[in-house]
């Protein structure tokens, strides 16, 4: 896709796109099944929103569906990676090689969907020049030239809290343009970089509290938020 | 804490309990570097909210601020804590000990926070019998009788999408209270199961999304939302 064809894509808010990230999955896994069409009943089910939801979420790239037919998931599944723009590769660098970093790192989810890891940073001396998964680890001084000699656009971030937003900060001055952060702390960017945080912990303890307050409470009250997937925003 | 005593907690919403968890990450630091206090105005600081609606989270469970002189870290913590129902120590069991289940058996933030892995289950013969981390490597079909045995109330579920809610309905005949969902797929559980669910791939798309937004249209208009915590529900 050229630039200009990019630019006429049009403007999807957040709640939106995550859905179609998970609309996404559904279809790929409908295709690895061997599905050739599916419908917004279907899809919607599959993701615990109405159908009238999923109509409008793909109504957003024009029409795909055909009434009484459904959708053509080979159809879908490249217009919805053209969306959220992974129709193509994106190289990450991964900062922190810890234990969080060094777990993500051998996860292979990520691969999976376009996203190639293509650095490895550490502050600690100790893995520095170490080989893992087939990279070496660098210092974090040799950000700046690694990011740019290799064109990487995204960043995982599993530092420590107290070294988040110094790292973070050289990141941004080596031209990272996303930080995808695992560290327990709220990040201060600038507008222009786009930024998603997971802590794993929190959503855990979040787990244990929804768990807590079933104690409290009859379950109806409680019941539909707290069904609700986290990604669900 | 006697259950007459849980009982009497006020009900948290679910948003507000994701601030809680969040407050308590940041208390927990200042705590390590030595603070005693803090104000409103720092929480609200760290974690991108405004110093009201630290005032309004934290009015929940009672007056714990004095006027000009802040709250005391070490009254807010275990406050929190009880509140989040993390005043005590949880017992999951992790299903599924492939590439994430085993990366995510190596990250030690879930113990840090109360959080004790006690069993560990698959269904690939390969595995079974193997110990990792101290564990071993038991059977699915095992899995009704060691939850009981264990008293295991969480379970961490990274199954592959296609086995996740088969695994599910197993372990809530087991007696299940809580799943913690890493399988990229929406699952279906009776109202009286808590269920927090995390897709990294996803996130990671929703990143390469937000970079691509930022090509298409000026930083402004997506700014503020673009740059919000996923945790931000």
Redesign the interface.
Known sequence: MT?KE??S?P????VA??R???Y???LE?LSNRGKATTSSHELGK???VTAAQVRKDLGYFGQFGFPGLGYKISNLIPEIKR????DRA?S?AMVGIG??G???L?????Q??G?RISALFDINPKLVGRTLEGLTVEPVEQMERVVQDRAI??A?LSVP??AAQEVADRLVRAGI?????FA???LN?P???????????????????????????P?????V?????????
């Open positions: 630039r990019r630019d894509l403007l999807i808010p957040r796109a995550n179609l990230s998970r996404l999955r559904h896994e599959a993701l615990g969306i959220l723009g992974t994106w990450a234990n969080l060094n777990a993500l051998r996860y292979k989810g990520f999976a969907h996203f656009e995204l995982i809290a107290s343009r996303g930080i995808y952060n327990p702390v709220q960017l507008e222009e970089i786009a930024y998603v945080s997971i802590d794993l912990a929190v959503e855990l303890e979040q787990l244990a509290f929804l768990v807590s307050q079933r104690d409290r409470e379950v109806k009250r409680q019941g938020e707290g069904s609700k997937s986290v990604g669900d925003l």
